[in-house]
């Protein structure tokens, strides 16, 4: 493979610039998928309550912070991809690792920043539980009230108090 | 050329088996601390460390890729040179961030005690008497 004319030696560079974009894209896609489900998974987890009357806002609650953080991601994976043609095979792979590199920390810093909005948000509706429990009710005799039975935790807190 | 491409090849493979290790321990031992945090609540416990490990994953992985300069040119002996190099700054951040992330867990969980202190003094007592004693 050795290109001796201008136009195909662009040709070839054409090729690699569209094989590092396809595979970006592949990884940035892929990635932000797995992130955000395990977001929305271990979100969810977070913040159910013990004796959830509203199971359905937990989930709504998740849904809506992870699809917000899906586009951002994919914007912003969109945006970082500032491809160019004429790249030889070894430039090509070195800006497809660089690119992949600043992509991974980035979304590592957000996803750990998302854990703590999540965190945040679990605590305010403890806080908000609280304060329409208004200690009237003994914190030991709590009895679930939702249609369903009580939890593997709700039974272990019961007994750690 | 291809003794350089090798040497590359075998940086990436550590640095990926060093990270998932170093991911496994974490989330093996970082839910313990959590489990104490969270009172026993151990679904909730398992899926902060989760967050947490694939974060922390996502994050290094990227580091590790970002230290990684390829130079083709380059003889397999500066290529293993340089890779070595690499892998000591990879080592020596990892360390850095490990330890940042044991002062952390430990310093969260000395305040979910405090705070628990702070609200029932038994409850605190009884609690950590149970830890000792797991």
Redesign the interface.
Known sequence: MAPDGAAQREEAGMGNALVVSVLYILVAVSLTIWLAATLYRNGLELLRRRDDQQPLLAQATSRLLVIGFALFTLGYAFLLLQVRGEMTGVVALQFLIRRLGILLVSLGLLHLLNTLIFLRFRRSRAEEDAVERGGRRPPGRTTPSGDEPPSEQARLRRGDR | MNGAIVVYVVYVALAIALISWLGVLLHRDGRIFLDDVF??????A???S???V???????????????R?D?GATPVAALRSSIQQFGLLLLSLGAMHSLNMMILLQVRRRAVNRRGAASPG?SRS?RGRVASR
């Open positions: 009172r026993s609540q151990t679904d909730l398992a899926a902060v989760r967050l947490l694939t974060g922390f994953l996502v994050f290094t992985l990227g580091y590790a890729l970002l230290l990684l390829i083709v409850a609690r």
